[in-house]
């Protein structure tokens, strides 16, 4: 056998074996070397990854909300809403169902009032509060994840809506019972047999005011102070909202009382007064009291006080 032909010993097979090793150990520390670059550069991938911003929350119209699809109120019909409701810096307004925020940033950019958004959806109030902040009020106006029918927003001045019909009902004696004087503005739908102060239509859609009138139903005593003297009245007056009618009676005659009026805290009537004297009479109402001025006829001016007998009727009148 030709001895090239020889196979190698296994001595020589362990020698071969044992000069390989240093080079399978350089071997393993270049894949260490790269295992650990990969493991770096995959950290920083994943740090970028944690520190880029996610995709902003983008609203849909028709989406659905806890009690109503979202849509939009036109611009124009907020500005108009918010005219109507005479907004100014001094208000409070207070948006029900805030969706994307744009009333509540209307009112504080472009009247100055400080307001306030109440929204179910937690998407939407991140996106209404990044709404804010782009359009620098987000000082003025706040937005808070709540449920319309149990947020305490009793503080409010204004109260601004764009709600179905039933739910409108729904949060109708919550409204009634707010302070007198607070104005009340709706996009689309109505309150049933409240009937507005003021209507508007832009751009096709309807907008509705309505002013929160104090409670008067019931009896009042009421004294009269006048140049020609002293006279007291009973007054009897029945209320629906702000639809007010009512009757007087003196010691010896009774009468009509004429051109009712009630917005907010402010009552007015005429009256001919036991003396025959026609009179206007103007009073701001103060829970159980009334305050204010009579003017006749002749020019004569007097005050007058009336405190309430007997319990407050409904506001509402007990319609629907």
Do not use: C
Not at 155 to 177: D, H, Q
Not at 229 to 249: E, K
């Amino acid at each position: 056998m030709n001895p090239k032909q020889i196979p190698e010993s296994p001595a020589d097979g362990l020698a071969t074996t044992r000069r390989a090793r240093p080079f399978g150990r350089l071997d393993r520390r270049s894949v260490m070397q790269l295992a650990l670059a990969a493991s770096l550069s995959l950290g920083a991938v994943a740090a970028q990854a944690q520190n880029k911003p996610a995709e902003a929350f983008t609203p849909q119209v028709g989406q659905a909300g806890k009690d109503v699809i979202w849509v939009p109120t036109p611009d124009a019909l907020v500005n108009r809403m918010l005219k109507m409701a005479q907004v100014t810096p001094e208000d409070v307004v207070v948006d029900l169902g805030s969706g994307d925020g744009k009333i509540v940033i209307a009112a504080a950019r472009d009247f100055k009032a400080r307001s306030l958004g109440v929204e179910f959806n937690p998407d939407m109030v991140t996106l209404s509060r990044r709404n804010a902040q782009a359009a620098g009020v987000a000082e003025r106006a706040r937005f808070e994840q709540g449920d319309i029918f149990t947020y305490d927003y009793s503080n409010a001045t204004v109260v601004t809506m764009y709600l179905l019909p039933g739910l409108n009902l729904k949060l109708r004696p919550t409204l009634l019972k707010m302070k007198p004087g607070t104005r009340l503005v709706t996009h689309q739908f109505t309150m049933g047999s409240w009937e507005p102060d003021d209507t508007t239509t832009v751009e096709n859609r309807p907008g509705y005011l309505w002013i929160v009138p104090a409670a008067v139903g019931g009896s009042w005593q009421m004294t009269g102070q006048e140049t020609r003297g002293t006279h007291q009245s009973q007054l009897s007056l029945t209320q629906a909202f702000q639809q007010v009618t009512g009757t007087w009676r003196g010691t010896s005659m009774d009468g009509k009382l004429r051109s009712v009026r009630i917005s907010g805290d402010l009552l007015s009537f005429d009256m001919m007064d036991p003396n025959g004297v026609l009179r206007s009479y103007v009073g701001r109402v103060n829970g159980a009291r009334i305050e204010g001025t009579t003017l006749a006829a002749d020019g004569t001016a007097g005050t007058f006080v009336a405190t309430r007998v007997g319990p407050a009727m409904p506001v509402d009148g007990g319609r629907e």
